[in-house]
Each structure stands twice: as structure tokens, then as C-alpha cells.
């Protein structure tokens, strides 16, 4: 069964309980219950950050091919300088840089696009959902209630929400997907990159494009693997480093996919309003022994002392 936000509005109207209870069961019939089904030809980027350097190239590109708003706030309105993801940057270069070395390294940062991502599994309208076909995860309007669960869920704190807005976006990279459509060949950000540090192409090509490079280059790369290959179930996005994947800000996750977690926390949250039932039993079973007990203490008072005076 699909729920609409048109739907869950119309719902939300109703005043009462059963209102309240039938929301939640739809939106729990509503809600995925299995894990994404893998892409047919999933698509993706691999970015190595010994070949970037740090000319924000593909920053400057992404806003434009995505007609977001400059987010000059750190330049008091002169100059396109975001310091992180937010809800007018899809795309970022950023740098690390030891407090007790000379070693630093830039890094790119937009969407993963998990093979089985949490924001989508998470979403309750599914309002964020992955392509099939290319395995693009991608955000539609029409479905979103601006929940923000998607935030939340996410280990790699991609989703960023337009606080500032009338009618909110959530903003994340969607991998230019407008573009492809178009008959595009790449994404804004691989298609200006002057010296190749990020590429895209089909998930499997990049990552024997990727240990190609580790075999060719011994003791180059961290711990000479593929950041992405088994994180969170595999992602589409891909990286190489010569530094510590976590001192770039990418988190240490288990191989196993998000989602099952994600489905666990949804359901116990909205299936059949459980979560609010048992805070609502719970609290109504310590406000009557209270009252309970208020009228014992009452009773014995005035049994000591004669009826209390009139007011």
C-alpha cells in the first residue's frame, strides 16, 4: 500500500485517537520492509585523493549544473566559500591537515549512493528511493513530509534539510542525475576535474580500475584498499587515499548493510503507534498510583485530625 503526503495530511485532520492510530498503521503498511534490491547497472564515482589538488573545480560546477544558491555566509557575501555539505552544496573539497605532521590530504564529500541505503529504507513516503537500474539515489518532493528522518539515519550525515525555506528541500547530491537523462555522459563534478582525481563510471569498472592502482602501486594507498568496496553493505561512491579514510571525516562502519537497523527503529517508532501506546499506559499506571496515593494520605489525615477545613 502507498501512502501519499496528500493522504497523510487528510489523515492528520482527523482529531482523536483512532485518527492518530490509523496515520500509524498506514504509515507502517507504507513503510519499506526488506532491504533495496541491488541495482542492475549501478553507476558511481571514485575519487582519489592523491591526484586532487584541492581546486574546488567541481564545486563551483556542481552548483552551477544544479542551480543552487552561492553559499557565501563565510565571506560575508563575496565569494563561494561553503565549509561543509549543507542545504546550498551538494559537493565539497575539504582539508585535513596533521596538527603534528606535514601529512594532510584533501577529500571529496557528496552522496555515497549505498547499495542499500538507509535514507531510503528510512524513509517513510518513500520520498528517497534508488534507480533501479543505475542505483542513483535520488530525492522526490511530492513525497517528502520534511520529517528529516533521512538525516538521522544516515552514517554518513549526508542529507541536509532548507531550514530557511517556505516549502523545504532535502538537498543531497544525486549524482547529476537530470543530466544523464539529458544524454549528459558524466556528472558535473567528474566532467570538469583537471587531473582525474574523480571518476565516474560503472561501480565494477571503478573498482578494478581502483585496485589496479593498488597493485601498481605498493604502499602507496591506506591499508591498500577501496574506502566503499564493503562499508555499509558497499557504496557507489569509491575512494583511495593515502591517509586514514577517518582522519578524512569518512566514518569506520561494519560490512553489514544500514537498513535492517533503520526498519527496526521505523517500526517500533510507527507501527501501530506501539511506542506511543506503552509511553501513554505507562504514564497513565504512574499517575493513578499517585492519585492513589494522594487519596490514602487524605483519608488518614482526616482521620486523625477531623475533616480538613472548608475553603
Given at each position: 500500500?502507498?501512502?501519499?503526503?496528500?493522504?497523510?495530511?487528510?489523515?492528520?485532520?482527523?482529531?482523536?485517537?483512532?485518527?492518530?492510530?490509523?496515520?500509524?498503521?498506514?504509515?507502517?503498511?507504507?513503510?519499506?520492509?526488506?532491504?533495496?534490491?541491488?541495482?542492475?547497472?549501478?553507476?558511481?564515482?571514485?575519487?582519489?585523493?592523491?591526484r586532487?589538488?584541492?581546486?574546488?573545480?567541481?564545486?563551483?560546477?556542481?552548483?552551477?549544473?544544479?542551480?543552487?544558491?552561492?553559499?557565501?555566509?563565510?565571506?560575508?557575501?563575496?565569494?563561494?566559500?561553503?565549509?561543509?555539505?549543507s542545504?546550498?552544496t551538494?559537493?565539497?573539497?575539504?582539508?585535513?591537515?596533521?596538527?603534528?605532521?606535514?601529512?594532510?590530504?584533501?577529500?571529496?564529500?557528496?552522496?555515497?549512493?549505498?547499495?542499500?541505503?538507509?535514507?531510503?529504507?528510512?524513509?517513510?513516503f518513500?520520498?528517497?528511493?534508488?534507480?533501479?537500474?543505475?542505483?542513483?539515489?535520488?530525492?522526490?518532493?511530492?513525497?517528502?513530509?520534511?520529517?528529516r528522518?533521512?538525516?538521522?539515519?544516515?552514517?554518513?550525515?549526508?542529507?541536509?534539510?532548507?531550514?530557511?525555506?517556505?516549502?523545504?528541500?532535502?538537498?543531497?547530491?544525486?549524482?547529476?542525475?537530470?543530466l544523464?537523462?539529458?544524454?549528459?555522459?558524466?556528472?558535473?563534478?567528474?566532467?570538469?576535474?583537471?587531473?582525474?582525481?574523480?571518476?565516474?563510471?560503472?561501480?565494477e569498472?571503478?573498482?578494478?580500475?581502483?585496485?589496479?592502482?593498488i597493485?601498481?602501486?605498493?604502499?602507496?594507498?591506506?591499508e591498500?584498499?577501496?574506502?566503499?568496496?564493503?562499508?555499509?553493505?558497499?557504496?557507489?561512491?569509491?575512494?583511495?587515499?593515502?591517509?586514514?579514510f577517518?582522519?578524512?571525516?569518512?566514518?569506520?562502519?561494519?560490512?553489514?548493510?544500514?537498513?535492517?537497523?533503520?526498519?527496526?527503529?521505523?517500526?517500533?517508532?510507527y507501527?501501530?503507534?506501539?511506542?506511543?501506546?506503552?509511553?501513554?499506559?505507562?504514564?497513565?499506571?504512574?499517575?493513578?498510583?499517585?492519585?492513589?496515593?494522594?487519596?490514602?494520605?487524605?483519608?488518614?489525615?482526616?482521620?486523625?485530625?477531623?475533616?480538613?477545613?472548608q475553603?
Open positions: 500500500m502507498k501512502l501519499t503526503r496528500r493522504d497523510a495530511l487528510r489523515s492528520a485532520l482527523g482529531l482523536g485517537t483512532g485518527a492518530a492510530v490509523a496515520l500509524g498503521a498506514q504509515i507502517a503498511t507504507a513503510s519499506p520492509k526488506e532491504s533495496t534490491p541491488a541495482a542492475q547497472a549501478p553507476v558511481g564515482l571514485l575519487y582519489d585523493a592523491t586532487c589538488i584541492g581546486c574546488k573545480a567541481c564545486v563551483i560546477n556542481c552548483q552551477q549544473a544544479n542551480g543552487l544558491e552561492a553559499d557565501t555566509g563565510e565571506s560575508g557575501g563575496l565569494h563561494l566559500m561553503p565549509t561543509d555539505l542545504c546550498k551538494k559537493n565539497i573539497i575539504k582539508l585535513y591537515q596533521s596538527p603534528d605532521s606535514e601529512e594532510h590530504s584533501f577529500v571529496k564529500r557528496q552522496c555515497m549512493h549505498c547499495a542499500e541505503p538507509a535514507c531510503a529504507s528510512g524513509c517513510p518513500h520520498a528517497l528511493e534508488k534507480d533501479p537500474v543505475t542505483g542513483i539515489v535520488g530525492w522526490d518532493g511530492a513525497k517528502c513530509i520534511g520529517c528522518y533521512c538525516e538521522i539515519v544516515c552514517p554518513f550525515e549526508i542529507p541536509k534539510f532548507e531550514w530557511d525555506k517556505f516549502n523545504p528541500k532535502v538537498v543531497k547530491c544525486e549524482l547529476c542525475r537530470h544523464l537523462k539529458d544524454g549528459k555522459e558524466q556528472p558535473a563534478c567528474t566532467a570538469c576535474c583537471p587531473t582525474g582525481a574523480v571518476i565516474f563510471g560503472r561501480r569498472d571503478l573498482l578494478a580500475d581502483a585496485h589496479g592502482r597493485d601498481t602501486n605498493p604502499g602507496k594507498y591506506f591498500e584498499r577501496v574506502y566503499g568496496e564493503h562499508e555499509a553493505g558497499g557504496t557507489q561512491v569509491l575512494y583511495l587515499s593515502a591517509v586514514s577517518q582522519k578524512l571525516g569518512l566514518p569506520k562502519l561494519e560490512t553489514q548493510s544500514l537498513p535492517e537497523y533503520a526498519n527496526r527503529y521505523h517500526r517500533l517508532l507501527q501501530w503507534m506501539a511506542l506511543p501506546a506503552a509511553v501513554y499506559v505507562g504514564m497513565a499506571a504512574v499517575i493513578q498510583r499517585r492519585f492513589k496515593k494522594h487519596d490514602e494520605e487524605a483519608k488518614a489525615i482526616e482521620e486523625a485530625g477531623g475533616p480538613r477545613d475553603l
